[in-house]
Structures are given as C-alpha cells and as structure tokens.
C-alpha cells in the first residue's frame, strides 16, 4: 500500500505511507470479511510525535468524525472517506464512512505525554472502494465513441442523429464490480424546459442494439396505419373500439430472439400518444400473450387525459424464468382498453418504450431544466443537481426515485433517457447532450 | 449521534414555567393524524425527592423540543410513575371526575320497568379548577332516586383528585420517573356531549288514528314544533296506511304558525304516490325536502301533509298519539276543514278535549364539518382556537348518547368529506385545534428512501422527530413504484400514526390503534 489517507475531497490526511507527516506513523487496516452490502470495519493508527503534535492529530481525527456525522443530518457537505493508493501515481481507491469513533489503546493515557499513541478508528463504510470518476465514450446515431458530450434526441427512430439513448462498450468499463455511473444531461432546446426525466440501464453481454426496446406504430398488429410527418418514424397507429368492457386494441409481436434478449428482466412500458386522447374514464392494462393465452397481466392504468404519454406498471419479459435450454417462445405485448361510456372511442398511438429497469432513476422535476442547465446525477454521492453552467451555480430541482445507477463490467451497457415537459408531453425532437462517467469499483483492494 | 431534545413545562393555568430539578430525557414519542400529538414517555433521573415532586406536575402543559427549540411535541402530563427501590407509586388523571351524573332506570313494585332517569350533576369545583372539567356519566339499573344521588356523591368524593396506586416492583432496581404524557386531543374525551336538536320526533305509544283526505272536513293533517336552535330540515316521517286505492300523490309542507295552527306555505316536499303507502299496515313514509330548509331557533312551526286530494272511498289513515307524550308542551297535530276554513286540533277519543300529538319524526341535516366544530368547541377546555371546515356531508347533528366529544368526532372524522377522505386534526404547538381534510392520495407529497428517511417532494430530508403524519408517502428507493400510473397498483401510503424513539433515531410508522 502506498498511501492511505483519511477526510474528504476538500482536504486530506495522510496516515500511512507516502507523504505521512508526523505524528502520524502508519496505519494497519486489513478489511473486515463480510458478504454483505455494508461493513463494519476499523483501522488502527500508529501515532508518533510530541505530545502537542499527538493532541492536534486526535483533534483532526474528532473533526473527521464530527464532519460525519454532520454530513449524515445534511450539515456538511461532503462524505468523509478513507482513499487507499496502492501504488505510487496508481489509481487512488474510496470508500465513505459512517458512524465513526476512535477508540484508545489501554496505556494510551501514558504513552500520550512520553510522544506515541495508538488508536482505532471504527467506521461502517459500503463492501466496496470505488476510483475517480472516469469518462466514458459514448455511441449512437450522433457519434462513435464520443466523449465530451453526445447528442440526444427525445426519441429513437430511422432518421439520422434520432436517437434517446447511448451505448457503452464493454471495453470501457474496467471493473470489477457494477460500477456507479455519474451523467450530466444538458439541456440543449431552446423551445421548451424540461420538467421529468425518466433513465434506465440495460446491460448485455452482446446485444448491441436497441431497436427491440422501441416498439413502433407501423409494426403495431391492430388499428389504421396513418401518416404524419410528426409521428415518430413518420406513423402511428389509430385505434378504435366501441365496446364499455376490457377490449383488446391490438399488439407488438416479439420473435424468440428479441424474447431472449430480455433476459426475463423488468421493464416499463411507456405508451408514447401521438395527439393526447380526451377521456376521463379511460383505463389501460397491457398483456403478454402466448398466442390467446395470457402469459403475464399488469395492473390496469387511469389514463390520465392531461398526459401525452402513459407508463404501465413494470412487466418482465418473459415474465416467468425459464431453463434457456431453447430459444424462449415467443410473445405478443398486447394492450387492452376499457372506456366505460358507450360510443366510439379512439387513441392514437405513436411508439411505445420498454424502459429497462436494471438499474434506474426517475426525476421528478420540482422546477424546470432550462436550456443550458445540466442534470448531473452521481450514483457515488447518492446525490443530484441542476448546474447552471452560464451563472456558475447549482440546485436541487428533481425529487430523484431509484437506487444507484450502475453499469456492469465486460458487458454492452445501455442507458435510455426520457424526458417530458411542463405539459406532460414527451416533446420528441427536444434535443440534449449527455456525458457520462463511471468509478472502477473493486471489493478488495 | 442521535438528536438532543429538551422537555419544558408549563404549569396548569399555563401561566409561567415548572422547571424540576430532574433530568428529563424523552423516550418515546408519538403522532396521529387524527389529533396530532398523541403519547410520549419522558425519562426523569434524579434524587428520589426531586422525583416525588414530579407527582405535582399532572396536567402541566409539556412540550419537547429540539436544539433549534423547533416544537417536536406537545401536551400535558396524564400519569407519573416513581419507581423506587423495591416500590414504584403511580399517580395518574385517569380516574379523575369532577363533574358526575348518574343515569339509571327506576324500577316499579309490580316489577316493571317504570322510567328512565338522571340525577343532577354534581361537581367538585376547587378539582376542575386545577385539573378542568372531567365528566363521568355512570349507567346503572334498578336504581331509586336515593340511591343514585348517594352513588353519585360517594363517587364523586373518590374521584375528584388524582388517583394513586402503589405496587413492588418485580425485583429492586434503579430509582427514576416516568413521565406518561397525552396531547391536548385527548382531552376532548374529557367532557360528554349532547344535542337534542335537529331531531324531532314523537314514537307515542297511541293510542289514536285519523282518517284525512276523505272529506272536506278532514282535508289535512298536521303537527307543530320549535326547534331550539337553527337547523336545516330535510326529511319527515308519518306513520300512515292506505284505504281502498287512493291514486294521488302525498306532499308534507312545512308552514311558518299563524294563530297558533298553520300559516304559510314555507315549503314543499317531494310528491310521494299513494301506491308506497300499505294498505293493511301502517308504515313509516319518508317525505324529503329537495334541500334542507333553515328553520329559526325557538320558532313554532307545522309541518302538515297534503293528500293530494278527496276521495269518500280511497283515502289515508295516520297514526296519533292521544297520550300526547311529545315532550314540547304546548306542541300538538290538528287537522283542517276545508268546510269551515280552519285548523282545530285533532280528536281524542280516549280523552275527548284533549289535544292529540301526531307519531312524527323530522329530520334535520347539517354539514358535518359544523356538527365537528360544535362538538369540539363542547369539548373545550384548553385550545386557543378551533379551525373547522365544511365536509359537503349532510347528517343528523342529533346526539344523545353520553358519549364523550371525542368518540363523537372520532365517528365524524372517519364519516370523512364528500371527497371521500377522512378528516384530520391536529393541534398546534399554540393549541389551536384544526380540522382538515385527508390529503387527496393522487398528490402524495412526502416521499422515503431506503435508509427510511422522509423527503418532502423538493428532496428536503425531514428529521426522524418531525415525521409526515397525515400525509400521503411513497417509495423512492425504487423506481418500480411511480405515481399517478400505479396508484391502482401501489397506492401512496397513508401515513397515519409514527412512534419515534429518540435513544435510536427510530421512526416506525403504524396505523391508528382505532382504524
């Protein structure tokens, strides 16, 4: 080990090895054993010097702890954290701690005045030590490999640059666990702000394509085909149906292999409307479908008439695990409707997104993105901002739903964005530029 | 590091402070929505004299705070528990009464139940002043007069104070106080209510019939009564039956008094076909006032019932009462003879110039949200102001129960609004009462994480002390749950009561002990 330290991105203390200054001497740290998420660790510190020098070492070590706690109850801004190097200019490795407190040696009372001291510090830290962030190069329509900020559109379709989300290669991810992302989402459309922010990661060891998650209205098994050069990918399908009881509107049909590449994970559909439908009674469910069997049912949905688009409750295709001794069968993703007054009744629908769930984050917006802000959401801090780049300043403006953001080593990763405005309308040529970073996460050091 | 809160007493009259010379530590603490501050524990340390004193410290005001001296929690005293070394001494208002009733039936030589009775209430004054009014209603049969009014004062004399227990200890131990403190809520329990407005009614026995709309003479039918508040009526009831087939079509009309018998017309109810009324029985008919109609407080009126016309072979009989036993004096039916142009009250053949009550019930309505208000304000003892709101729910504010105002508004609350939601209520730190209307789920505000930690919607983190009850949470640890689209799925929750236990930081969210 060549260095470790201890405090926080703001200023750091060395307590063993390169750069140690008195009184600290060294530090023996042998990680605490646990499978669990969350460890209960300690680090005993040598402690060598003057008697003055040893208080003022304990001084700064009770500052650690007391920025801690304060950072626990938002009181202070940064995590404290202990950073291992392991070898001279080698990448320096963090864990946050919690919960600290130093414990003495018996006779630490009389080694104090005769210049050496020996302590323990008690902490609870994550089962894993995490880099410095690490750009990440980015792919889609608007670029290879692109660092320094790639092109979003709100939508994906055949049209060039169209395209809601970017792929990470495997090759990109050096680590040996998930890895937490770090993504600054600038919003780059002067026409209208941006109020929720939908994000999902899927990850593959060799699908590389994300056509299967886009579900598109010419594709759509039910209803009239209709042009319009607004549509996503220039059509969308009009449905209609009388009937007041739960009515079957029609399908996507998902062959064995786009069924596989599923992997039996969760996801969201999100239904997106071409024009907005006017009922206040309308309720939408979706099902998974084995040719006239019902393989998998979700809750039915208010399809709520102020919203341009609508969100099921998540689905996992295939919704049951299989042995994956044979190409999984394949499925039908129909979508029911029931409309309790009599009449005709008809929506039009434009695209519908399987947002994946692997790891993912909802925004739920409190203001709005304006142009040129930036989303920048840190899966390492757990915490999230709008950076106004122009002013120089930032703010929480989202209530963020969702755990860490993490992408898996060795794998193709995948991250879809969705974003809305303040009329809930997915607005599909808004524009944005997204960067991305990950921290190399390792459990032993 | 868990937060440091600080107890603070007021004295009864809440006119200075009690500073005890104990260490307070609170221990646990708990929140409702249907009354805000409800239980906490306070830990005292001490020696054991400074620890008896706590014994005085009964229905003082408490409030906890936290180091911003932001108000955690708040409330009085109800029970101190010393425990001494083998012996623990309980001192509690539980079964304080200052003020006793004694309800009781009357039993009659022949055995037979003879009447239903209440003595006056007798109260301890010098008690109520320190304490407030605490009522008690004591039920008990087989009574006489005597014997009730000497039951009521033995009680009385035994409960006027606060009552002490002492009991060992299971085995010796450390010397320390509890303090066992309730919110201002609770004291709503304190004090019973009633309201013998709003329903009027007269059950007899007869005996007594009347035939009307079988001749000019016997054109209508009606009977008196004054409401002794302002009320709103809505629905009526007769006792009546058909004769023959009578084919018309029966209103009620309510009318302001003229000369003692019925004036005009003040309004009119729906149109009931004779077809409803039974031909071989009499039933109750329900006539309903389209909306409620305000009558005045301390005003005679009639109400009367029009057959829809005459008919010598098909016509109605109603019920009367020649016993007269409708409890207004000077109240009585009368019918009208479109002959001679007048009301005269109506025959008695069993006491022939007498005059016969109709068997009645009229119903009035009014919001909920007022009947809340009234029975709080009956409750009050200690709030500095009551805040109210209007339901949209029309019942009956009719109550004569001898339940207490708090079992009165509890049944209220959960009646909800005509939005469908419960009411709530809280009381500030400023003793304000306030009543408001559950949260609509679709706009769930509060939100928590998997360490259970609170955020308001704007990412405010709340500290474990000051949790969202009566409010509406979700989850946003996860992403699987996302409102307004699962709210068939996983509904937001409820956030209906939180026990915090400031030793651990632990909030456990809990449901109300009485939903």
Same mark, same amino acid.
């Given at each position: ?19 140690? *200054? ?43 702890? @007391? ?28 864990? %946050? ?12 009372? &009389? ?23 690490? &750009? ?39 680590? *040996? ?22 994000? !999902? ?32 990918? &220039? ?21 064995? *292999? ?17 024009? %907005? ?21 979700? &809750? ?96 929480? !403006? ?24 303040? @009329? ?22 | ?9 007021? $004295? ?17 603490? #708990? ?68 003020? /006793? ?51 009521? +004062? ?14 060992? $200890? ?60 302002? /009320? ?6 007769? $006792? ?39 031909? #071989? ?28 016309? /005459? ?55 009014? +919001? ?5 208000? #009234?029975?709080?304000?009956?409750? +009050? ?45 809280? /009381? ?58 699962? $709210? ?16 651990? +930081? ?10």
């Amino acid at each position: 080990m060549n260095q470790i330290s201890v405090g926080d991105t703001s200023s750091w203390t060395v307590i063993h090895g390169a750069s140690v *200054a008195a009184p600290f001497l060294r530090a023996a740290y042998a990680p605490a054993p646990c499978a669990c998420d969350i460890v209960e660790d300690q680090i005993d510190l040598f402690l060598d010097g003057t008697p003055s020098q040893l208080t003022t070492a304990l001084a700064l070590l009770e500052k650690t702890i @007391s920025r801690s706690q304060l950072h626990d109850q938002g009181g202070y801004p940064y995590f404290q954290m202990l950073r291992f190097q392991l070898e001279g200019d080698g990448t320096y490795f963090y864990c %946050p701690i919690t919960n600290p407190y130093l414990t003495f040696n018996p006779s630490g009372y &009389e080694t104090h005045h005769t210049g050496s001291l020996q302590v323990t510090l008690h902490f609870t830290r994550p089962n894993c030590f995490d880099s410095d962030p690490i &750009e990440l190069p980015l792919t889609n329509r608007n670029g290879d490999d692109v660092t320094g900020g790639i092109t979003l559109f709100n939508h994906s379709d055949a049209h060039a640059g169209h395209d809601s989300s970017v792929l990470i290669k495997p090759g990109d991810i050096d680590s *040996a666990l998930p890895a937490p992302l770090r993504f600054e989402l600038e919003n780059t459309y002067d026409t209208d702000e941006v109020q929720d922010i939908f994000t !999902g990661l899927y990850h593959h060891p060799i699908n590389d394509d994300h056509e299967v998650f886009f579900c598109q209205a010419p594709e759509f098994m039910g209803g009239s085909l209709l042009y319009s050069p607004d549509a996503i990918n &220039e059509y969308y399908r009009r449905l209609t149906w009388a009937a007041t009881s739960w009515t079957d509107l029609g399908s996507w049909n998902y062959t064995n *292999a786009a069924v596989q590449l599923f992997s039996g994970r969760a996801y969201r559909p999100i239904l997106h409307l071409y024009n %907005p439908h006017v009922y206040t009674d309308l309720y939408l469910k979706i099902k998974l479908l084995k040719g006239s069997l019902v393989l998998w049912e979700v &809750e039915a949905i208010y399809a709520d008439p102020s919203y341009q688009y609508l969100i099921f409750p998540p689905v996992r295709i295939p919704p049951v695990p299989l042995l994956t001794e044979n190409l999984p069968h394949h499925i039908d993703l129909a979508i029911f409707a029931q409309h309790q007054a009599s009449g005709t009744h008809q929506i039009d629908v434009d695209n519908l997104l399987l947002l994946p769930l692997d790891t993912s984050a909802t925004f739920l917006g409190f203001f709005t993105l304006i142009e040129d802000a930036v989303l920048v959401d840190d899966s390492f801090y757990e915490k999230h901002n709008i950076r106004y780049p122009t002013i120089g300043s930032e703010a929480v !403006g989202h209530l963020r739903q969702g755990g860490p953001l993490l992408l898996y080593p060795g794998e193709y990763n995948r991250l879809f964005i969705v974003q809305t405005n303040t @009329s809930h309308q997915v607005d599909i040529l808004r524009t944005s530029t997204l960067r991305a970073y990950y921290r190399k996460r390792v459990r032993l050091l | 590091m868990t937060p440091a809160l600080f107890v603070s007493f007021l $004295r009864r009259d809440f006119s200075g402070p009690f500073l005890p010379s104990v260490h307070l530590t609170p221990q646990r603490l #708990s929140w409702s929505a249907f009354g805000g501050p409800d239980q906490a524990v306070i830990h005292a340390d001490g020696q054991i004299e400074n620890l008896l004193d706590l014994t005085s410290s009964l229905r003082y005001a408490v409030t906890i705070h936290d180091v911003q001296n932001t108000p955690v929690w708040w409330g009085f005293v109800d029970e101190v528990i010393i425990f001494l070394e083998n012996v623990q001494v309980k001192v509690t208002l539980a079964n304080l009464f200052n003020r /006793v009733t004694v309800q009781y039936s009357f039993i009659s030589p022949d055995n037979k139940l003879a009447d239903q009775l209440e003595t006056v209430p007798i109260i301890n004054p010098q008690s109520q002043s320190e304490f407030g009014i605490k009522e008690a209603i004591i039920h008990e049969t087989d009574l006489d007069e005597n014997f009730a009014s000497a039951f009521r +004062d033995t009680f009385l004399s035994l409960h006027a104070w606060p009552f002490s227990e002492l009991s060992q $200890r299971s085995k010796p131990g450390e010397v320390y106080a509890q303090l066992h403190c309730s919110g201002w809520f609770k004291t709503l329990s304190w004090r019973t209510y009633k309201n013998l407005e709003g329903f009027y009614a007269n059950y007899g026995p007869g005996p007594g019939v009347f035939a009307f709309g079988d001749a000019n003479t016997h054109r209508y039918v009606g009977q008196s009564f004054q409401p002794g508040a302002n /009320v709103n009526l809505k629905y009526v009831y007769f $006792r009546l039956r058909a004769e023959a087939s009578p084919s018309t079509s029966l209103t009620a009309r309510l009318h302001a008094q003229s000369s003692g018998y019925p004036g005009s017309v003040l309004a009119t109810s729906s149109a009931v076909p004779a077809s409803q009324v039974n031909g #071989s029985k009499y039933s109750w008919i329900r006539f309903t006032l389209s909306t409620p109609i305000a009558l005045s407080a301390e005003t005679v009126y009639w109400i009367t019932l029009n057959p829809g016309g /005459v008919n010598p072979s098909n016509y109605f009989y109603i019920k009367t009462d020649e016993n007269m036993s409708y409890s207004q004096l000077w109240r009585h039916g009368a019918y009208y003879n479109q002959t001679v142009g007048a009301w005269y009250p109506l025959p008695s053949e069993t006491a022939p110039g007498t005059k016969p009550d109709l068997i009645f019930r009229f119903v009035c309505l009014s +919001d909920t949200g007022s009947q809340i208000a #009234s029975i709080a304000s009956a409750g +009050d003892q200690f709030f500095e102001k009551i805040l109210g709101l209007t339901t949209g729910i029309q019942t009956s504010p009719y109550r004569n129960n001898s339940y207490d105002c708090l079992k009165e508004l509890e049944a209220l609350m959960r009646v909800g609004t005509a939005n469908k939601r419960w009411v709530l209520a809280t /009381v500030t730190p400023e003793r304000f009462l306030k009543f408001y209307e559950q949260p609509d789920p679709d706009e769930a505000d509060i939100y928590i994480d998997s360490k259970s930690r609170f955020f308001t919607k704007h990412q405010v983190q709340l500290p474990s002390y000051l949790p969202p009850v009566g409010r509406y949470a979700r989850l946003a640890a996860t992403t699987r749950v996302s409102l307004p689209w699962d $709210r068939n799925r996983i509904p937001a929750c409820f956030i209906e009561r939180a026990e915090y236990f400031p030793d651990t +930081d632990k909030l456990i969210v809990a449901k109300h002990s009485s939903s």
